[in-house]
Each structure stands twice: as structure tokens, then as C-alpha cells.
């Protein structure tokens, strides 16, 4: 297995004090040595926990409103 650089290293240093400071960095490597066998397989025909199968069959985000929901009818929706 061998690491390559791509890019350029992004670094993020920022302070809310003089006391409190702190480093966000990241790198993007190439992998490379994977054979075929090495890659992660798609998510088609992957089985869906029953507690997320229960919400899709409630109609998700989409779904009825609980009883206890006074909202005014749209209000949930981002106004734009």
C-alpha cells in the first residue's frame, strides 16, 4: 500500500481568546497497492434498519404531523 499527496494541505487556525486557540488541517492522499477485492461496495440492495424502515413508511420528513404539532399549517417549510 503506498500514499500519495494530491493537492496542498488546507490549514484553519482560529482563537476565540489569547488563551483559547485551536488547528483544523486536513491532506487528500491517494491509496494506492488495493487490489479489486479492497473496494467498499455501493449501498444499492443494502438492508434498512427497521426503526428507519418505520419512519419511511410514515412518510419520512414528509409525513402526517403529530397530534401535538401547533405550528400554524407551512411553517415548517424554509421560507426563501
Known sequence: MTLTKEGEIDVRVESSS???SW???KMHY???GLD???EVPSAEG???EASWKKFLDLGGW???RPDNDTRKK???VEKK
Do not use: C, D, L, N
Request: glycine share 14%; proline share 5%.
Open 18 to 20: 489569547r488563551v483559547r
Open 23 to 25: 488547528v483544523t488541517a
Open 30 to 32: 491517494k491509496i494506492g
Open 36 to 38: 479489486e477485492a479492497m
Open 46 to 48: 443494502a438492508p434498512v
Open 62 to 64: 414528509q409525513g402526517k
Open 74 to 76: 407551512g411553517s415548517e
